[in-house]
């Protein structure tokens, strides 16, 4: 009844949830790849670290809005691994791709961090996007975080247009309603938009990326 079976205490909605993400997360990688040789299986491997430092990075922003170093490290290493299987089968241009792919996203918001001084974005989303972006390249990248922007600008609507019709409710942990100055995390969005990259490869093809 989602309580521990020995001391009683309640078993959080997240540990379940993350557990199924990971394994769809996990499942999906495999069925997309479909590993053949050595190579391939290096870069599955990446993708399975990628996607487990991600989810672990996105939970603690949900719950902290804040976006801990030491799960950045992970997806840029886990990103390196794979692209370093990409330099070996094609060379400099796959190594330019990762290079622009990582540095566009990223330095695009971190730009807005810096234009508002901390107001507009948080630099841990530069991070982030910084992190995607390298893994997969510069059309993945700048899909995964148009699709972010827009997911997350359609959420926060959703959520303000909410409270309109239910006035005296609140849709965030702890009784906190949302204005326009309230703070959301942005991560889970940046994460959003990467998978439907990956889910959907033909996404930048489609754009023109």
């Known amino acids: 009844k989602g309580r521990c079976r020995h001391c009683g205490s309640a078993i959080s909605w997240q540990y379940p949830l993350v557990e199924l993400v990971t394994a769809l997360l996990f499942g999906a990688t495999y069925v997309m790849l479909q590993p053949a040789t050595l190579a391939q299986s290096v870069e599955l491997l990446a993708f399975l670290g990628f996607w487990s430092a991600l989810l672990a990075l996105v939970v603690y922003d949900v719950r902290h809005t804040l976006i801990p170093l030491q799960f950045v490290y992970a997806v840029y ?45 948080g630099i841990g989303d530069a991070y982030v996007a910084f992190g995607i972006g390298l893994m997969f390249g510069v059309g993945g990248g700048i899909i995964a975080a148009v699709l972010g922007v827009w997911a997350g600008a359609l959420v926060g609507l959703l959520v303000l247009l909410l409270q309109q ?39 930048p093809a489609i754009v023109g990326l």
């Not at 692209?83 to 918001?109: E, H, K, N, S, T």
């Not at 204005?179 to 959907?200: C, D, K, M, R, S």
Request: hydrophobic fraction near 60%; glycine fraction near 14%; charge should be positive.
């Open 77 to 121: 290493a886990f990103a390196l691994v794979a692209v370093l299987v990409r330099i070996v089968g094609g060379g400099l241009p796959a190594l330019m791709d990762a290079l622009l792919g990582a540095l566009i996203p990223g330095g695009f918001f971190a730009l807005i961090h810096f234009a508002t001084r901390g107001r507009g974005m």
């Open 165 to 203: 019709v239910f006035p005296r409710g609140s849709l965030l942990v702890g009784g906190t309603r949302v204005t326009l100055t309230t703070e959301l995390p942005f991560a889970p969005f940046l994460a959003l938009g990467a998978v439907a990259v990956f889910v959907f490869p033909l996404l």
